[in-house]
């Protein structure tokens, strides 16, 4: 995740160390099959699963059968003598027509749990999901908080000390975010996916179903969620580096626990736009910027070293060796040196490509995704970390005006 | 049939041919290519299955030990391509040069020189592929799947995997044609189409799939290659495109494709099954038919593949039905084969271990592709370690099990000398442990919700991990004892009778052990009782 080569090399073999393996709580949990999950299509699914898994079971059982019964008995070694029997149109057409009776019992339970799943009709609220690389978004459409659409985004909170080995692992490791999606139980939630840079798909098993979000486009999908508790997921199309590292937490709650949810969240974004106009101090925003900058890292790395060829280092003077068409955007916006260094431009400059990203490559245009304080910190952080003295101080009013 | 001297060539034609690299370089005899054609695939299969250990390592417990998530990424997509395009693909083309013209009583290939073009061009294919790893960026990393907005991502290394998949295609396509012209033009006065070995009956409907769908898949990557270089717009939804029409048009191709590594597997069963067991192959026109079905079949299903992308309703349940449909003509495969064994005198060489291993865990592979086909199900099945599991099982115990099968069979008329049977089974016994330790706990692991493609994985999904990681390494390993096996037999054993097998039919067999370099120079016989060997 931040080293930028490819092995681990040494240090990272001595890792796979024997104690390490049997004192892992890892161990404890074997789970053969699939979760019947908490939803009434869920539970369909399960049953449909489970019907052709016995299905199949009978027919294996019959074939095996057949031919170990024949494999111990028609032994030339037990002196079997071979029947030259080869043709017998009776029995072909059993064995399709068989067949086929079967399959159409399979299709018919099968048809009418899909056409459930389609019908999305009389939800009682929709929930917009867009995949990032990588994070996840939520929007609630029916929630408004001064003006705009209630929504967040919802990032991985195991640490990197974890996946490195330098911390012990927590209960719910790669499966636990900074803030889950919550839900209403017993409500009819319309789900629409989509994405803003590649495809994704949001998948939580205890739903039943995994949706494709597909930028520039729009699937839509529904869930009723029977109980209260906590369901976890993960993205399940390849996405790129972090594929593995954006899981989705569903929060389900009681009604009364839901609206009480909704108000503090509503009162907290609130809290934060307010924030905006206020003047920041330097140390406020590189403590912000700071973790704000984990959304970077996922490119750039911690350090701001970025990676050769591909994603280019945050740090002033810092060479960056890559195909022309990665070059060419960075060099006409002013953030390569005639040596082809890294330059770091003015506050503007700086700001223009955050906001607006450059189209065409993996940098996206963030002006959406973050809020002026945060782009206002991460400015701030990284004009003053990893060697990089510009000693500006960006403030959220100035992001303001920008936009 | 007696094989008389005059089937054999003559000593004096072989003396203008070069020697050492040159001949390789410019042969134009069907043995020599098809033994080009294996060797480069074995040395494939060791490349693309040091990359799945590699998979494995990083897999075999929780947290990042041994490599970073962007390598893992491209090991995951460089595997299956070298797999599919590189082991799998010219193993079969191989034992089709070498199998093919001897089964039907032809003198060489159809168009000789086409076929040396064929060969040379994968391994320059080959080395452009596998440079990219070294390139700026790495090598691609989207998937072999090649899925855009992702593939788009590709640093420096894109434009040459395209131009080594166009070259791949360029091979696939001019062997499929050189498949479909000698058996159309070549087969010996007799050989009537309902009379030639299943084996090259599966090749000659598996080169039509190939013509069919290997420029689909040029067509695709070339629509890429436009999107990144060329300000096109094919699969960009902002510019008016659909990243989801890539899907269509790859599985279009991908689809057929799956059984183009398949129906190759399924001949070289129905010749093994047959000879080991002392009795006719069962229902040989039906097996002939469900093949075509099946070849058929593959060209309406393309969007099993895609089910959680959105289709409209009747979409999914037009591929849902469409998709359950294959198992019946593949159900039927596996009933022939079954009912050949029944009441048989079976013996168990190395090649029927493989063979019946191959039914039997084919079958399995089958069953849990009729899981995944009911598209509800599916929803949950999808983009997990059940699909890993499921693809894996039809194509290691089925397609590589089925060429080891054939390796063992035919070795002995390759070489003129017979394997070492100890090892040959102690390579079967290790493998067939070996490929179920490695992909039958990744059932568990889809099932209980590990995605595909990631390289760190949370707490619960530890246990099975640790024992398929165990199980590719004990398989990965067994694979050097049949390294061993086939250069002890090249380099000697005990002299090979012309039939080594004795319940073995065929036109092969009449020629003497090692075959020799040019054969049925004059038409053979064809006797009609040795119909369809």
Known sequence: ?403 | MSTTADQIAPAHDEHHAPRGLLRWLTTTNHKEIGTLYLVFSLTMFFVGGTMALIIRAELFQPGLQIVEPYFFNQMTTMHALVMIFGAVMPAFVGLANWLIPMMIGAPDMALPRMNNWSFWIMPFAFTLLLSTLFMDGGGPAGGWTLYPPLSLQTGAAFPFVILAIHMMGVSSVMGAINVIATILNLRAPGMTLMRMPLFVWTWLITAYLLIAVMPVLAGAVTMLLTDKYFGTSFFNAAGGGDPVMFQHIFWFFGHPEVYIMILPAFGIVSQIIPTFARKPLFGYASMVYATASIAFLSFIVWGHHMFTVGMPLAGELFFMYATMLIAVPTGVKVFNWMATMWRGSMTFETPMLFAVAFVVLFTIGGFSGLMLAIAPADFQYQDTYFVVAHFHYVLVPGAVFSIMAATYYWLPKWTGHMYDEKLGRLHFWCSAIGVNVLFFPQHFLGLAGMPRRIPDYALQFAGFNMISSIGAFLFGLSQLIFLWVVIKCIRGGEPAPAKPWEGAHGLEWTLPSPAPLHTFQTPPQIDPSEAHG
């Open chain 1, 1 to 403: 995740m931040t080293a930028n080569r490819p092995w681990r090399g040494a240090r990272g073999m001595a890792a796979v160390g024997v104690p390490a393996l049997w004192s892992s709580a890892a161990f404890a949990n074997f789970q053969l099959n699939m979760t019947p999950g908490v939803t009434s299509v869920s539970h369909r699914i399960y049953e449909l699963h489970m019907l052709i898994f016995w299905i199949c079971v009978a027919i294996g059982i019959v074939v095996f059968g057949v031919m170990f019964w024949s494999i111990v008995h028609h032994r030339k070694s037990r002196g079997a003598v071979a029947a030259q029997f080869h043709e017998s149109t009776k029995v072909e057409l059993a064995w399709t027509v068989v067949p086929v009776l079967i399959l159409v019992g399979m299709a018919i339970p099968a048809t009418k749990t899909l056409v459930a799943m389609e019908d999305t009709a009389d939800a009682d609220l929709t929930i917009k999901v867009t995949g990032y690389q990588w994070k996840w978004r939520y929007d609630y459409l029916d929630e408004k908080v001064g003006g705009e659409t209630l929504g967040f985004y919802s990032n991985l909170k195991t640490t990197p000390q974890q996946v490195y080995g330098d911390a012990p692992k927590d209960e719910h490791y790669l499966l636990e975010v900074d803030r889950p999606l919550v839900l209403p139980v017993g409500k009819k939630v319309r789900i629409v996916t989509t994405a803003a840079d590649v495809i994704h798909s949001w998948w939580v098993p205890s739903l039943g179903w995994k949706r494709d979000a597909i930028p520039g486009f729009i699937n839509e999908s529904w869930t009723r969620i029977e109980q209260p508790g906590t369901y976890r997921g993960q993205c399940a199309e390849l996405c790129g580096k972090d594929h593995g590292f954006m899981p989705i937490v569903i929060v389900a709650m009681n009604e009364p626990d839901y609206a009480k949810w909704l108000a503090d969240t509503k009162a907290g974004l609130l809290a934060e736009r307010d924030s905006a106009t206020r003047e920041w101090s330097r140390d406020e925003l590189m403590a912000k910027g700071a973790s704000v900058f984990q959304t970077c890292a996922a490119c750039h790395q911690a350090n701001g070293q970025g990676l050769p060829g591909m994603f280019p280092p945050l740090v002033a003077g810092q060479p960056f060796a890559a195909p022309e068409p990665l070059l060419a955007p960075l060099r006409e916006r002013g953030f390569l040196d005639g040596a082809g260094n890294i330059h770091i431009g003015s506050v503007t400059q700086h700001a223009e490509i955050v906001m607006k990203g450059i189209p065409g490559t993996p940098m996206s245009a963030y002006a959406g995704q973050l809020s002026d304080v945060e782009i206002a910190a991460v400015l701030t952080y990284i004009r003053n970390s990893w060697g990089n003295t510009l000693g500006d101080v960006v403030q959220p009013a100035a992001i303001k005006a920008l936009r």
